[in-house]
T-cell receptor, first 106, second 114 residues
């Protein structure tokens, strides 16, 4: 099946800092989603982004499908951004990466 | 409000016991999914259903069973054959199965062994 690799595995940020999370995938995909899992386990849809760039407040995402990667940008990070960020790709099913654990310190 | 409701939030299972996790959606979605998440890992697909009275195995279906008798409901039974059931279980739905439809998730059920 398709392989999804996320980097870095862990990220510690000072409040107000910017960061970039990366998702590489091993084959052509129909689509891609970014999720944020909060400390209570809730999985929140951030972006549904097959290609191009989308922005939602302080978050933005870019997918370059032809080069098999996607980037998630967090700007002016806040403590509420802490949690695990997952990338998931569709071929015939949704396959998840192992996630990037983000800790934002006040 | 439209959404996906999973119950219970926490569940404990005794050895040799079957337990059933509930998942209900009022989004009028055709497709529904069950995932398992172990600590520090991503989600893995257990079963999915594209339409009522039809479902397919995912990557880790052994020890689990499902039914899809109604469009809005997709219960998951963790059987006694599942030797390591302790995990976080998440249910999801999408308008249709396939890559052009985003999946939306419930809040999950944490299952533990007594």
């Amino acid at each position: 099946g398709i392989q999804v690799e996320q980097s870095p595995p862990d990220l510690i940020l000072q409040e107000g800092a910017n960061s970039t999370l990366r998702c590489n995938f091993s084959d052509s995909v129909n689509n891609l989603q970014w999720f944020h899992q909060n400390p209570w386990g809730q999985l929140i849809n951030l972006f549904y982004i097959p290609s191009g760039t989308k922005q939602n407040g302080r978050l933005s995402a870019t997918t370059v499908a032809t080069e098999r990667y996607s980037l998630l940008y967090i700007s002016s990070s806040q403590t509420t951004d802490s949690g695990v960020y997952f990338c998931a790709v569709y071929d015939y099913k949704l396959s998840f990466g192992a996630g990037t654990t983000v800790t934002v310190r006040a | 409000d439209g959404g996906i409701t999973q119950s219970p939030k926490y569940l404990f299972r005794k050895e040799g016991q079957n337990v059933t996790l509930s998942c209900e959606q009022n989004l009028n979605h055709d497709a529904m999914y069950w995932y398992r998440q172990d600590p520090g890992q991503g989600l893995r697909l257990i079963y999915y259903s594209q339409i009522v009275n039809d479902f397919q195995k995912g990557d880790i279906a052994e020890g689990y069973s499902v039914s899809r008798e109604k469009k809005e409901s997709f219960p998951l039974t963790v059987t006694s054959a599942q030797k390591n059931p302790t995990a976080f279980y998440l249910c999801a739905s999408s308008m249709k199965q396939g890559g052009n439809q985003p999946q939306h998730f419930g809040d999950g059920t944490r299952l533990s062994i007594l």
